[in-house]
């Protein structure tokens, strides 16, 4: 079988270190250049809100086909496989952003958060109060998101913090979604994800963060590959090489310099470490980045 593939946004591989932490758009800009079908995939670091305002969409959720009707909203969690058959009279926004600012956004509402580790499906009653709110909260963060007032981030994290506890509040009890054994999966790649974004400077080997996570090395090997499509130390290595690109991105050290900062001992070997994982020197990337 293909593998899943593994997306930052829809059909786009690549980190992008200009990107900012929330992404919004309508479902009609992505779905329209696909012919309104969005294959299975998968979004590895990266939470996503669908509120549906108008059409239908058939929903492939692990495998298993959901038809939506709007008004409804659908919460995603990273590493979920899912797809989407949209009419072509479909209405509604897509927001996108990094899984790791749940917690942040939701610290004062500590009960909230859990809710959105599982898929979250909402039907809206049309005309309703509920729904009403819903899209207004829609509507006020796409509404900053194409804005540059003042204050613009805070207002957006504001707004998605209420509209997550509406929804907390809509759906009540969650509802398992997964098996037991893929859900174990989901979760023990997330906190592997965690630890590498704390911990990827210290080049420790695949074996700590097994360790941390009571796993052996082997099976963490295979829970990557399985749902990663790459090894743990890939995993790890991509993390670096993210950090060297935005390094030579935003800053002016030099290739040496970046390779201490990352805390390679021989800046020779970080050049060829560099070239391995993006197909270019440093100086190359940073060339190709100036114009």
Not at 206 to 229: F, I
Not at 230 to 235: F, P
Request: proline content about 5%.
């Amino acid at each position: 079988m293909d593998t899943i593939p593994t997306y930052a946004l829809y059909g786009e591989y690549e980190d992008d270190p200009n990107t900012e932490w929330i992404h919004g758009e309508t479902i009609q800009f992505r779905s329209r250049l696909h012919d309104y079908v969005i294959a299975p995939h998968r979004h590895e670091r990266l939470f996503q809100v669908l509120h549906l305002a108008g059409g239908e969409a058939d929903f492939v959720l692990d495998g298993q086909r959901h038809r939506l009707v709007a008004p409804s909203i659908v919460t995603l969690p990273p590493m979920v496989v899912h797809g989407y058959t949209f009419t072509p009279d479909v209405e509604g926004t897509v927001l996108t952003f990094f899984a790791h600012r749940l917690d942040a956004m939701l610290a004062a509402a500590a009960e909230v958060a859990p809710t959105f580790g599982l898929v979250q499906v909402i039907p809206l009653v049309a005309g309703s109060s509920e729904a009403g709110m819903v899209a207004e909260h829609v509507a006020a963060i796409a509404g900053e998101l194409a804005s540059r007032h003042p204050g613009r981030l805070g207002a957006i994290e504001a707004h998605l913090a209420l509209l997550l506890i509406r929804l907390h509040r809509l759906h009540g009890e969650a509802r398992e979604t997964a098996p037991d054994a893929k859900d174990r999966a989901l979760r023990h790649l997330m906190r592997f994800r965690q630890l590498v974004d704390e911990e990827f400077r210290s080049h420790k080997p695949v074996e700590a963060y097994s360790h941390r996570l009571g796993l052996t090395a082997t099976h963490l090997n295979r829970l990557c590959r399985e749902h990663l499509g790459e090894t743990a130390l890939g995993i790890i290595h991509s993390r670096l090489a993210l950090e060297a690109r935005r390094y030579l991105t935003f800053t002016s050290l030099s290739a040496k310099e970046v390779a201490l900062a990352l805390a390679f001992e021989d800046p020779a070997y970080f050049t060829r470490f560099f070239k391995r994982r993006t197909g270019l020197t440093p100086t190359e990337f940073r060339a190709l980045r100036n114009g």
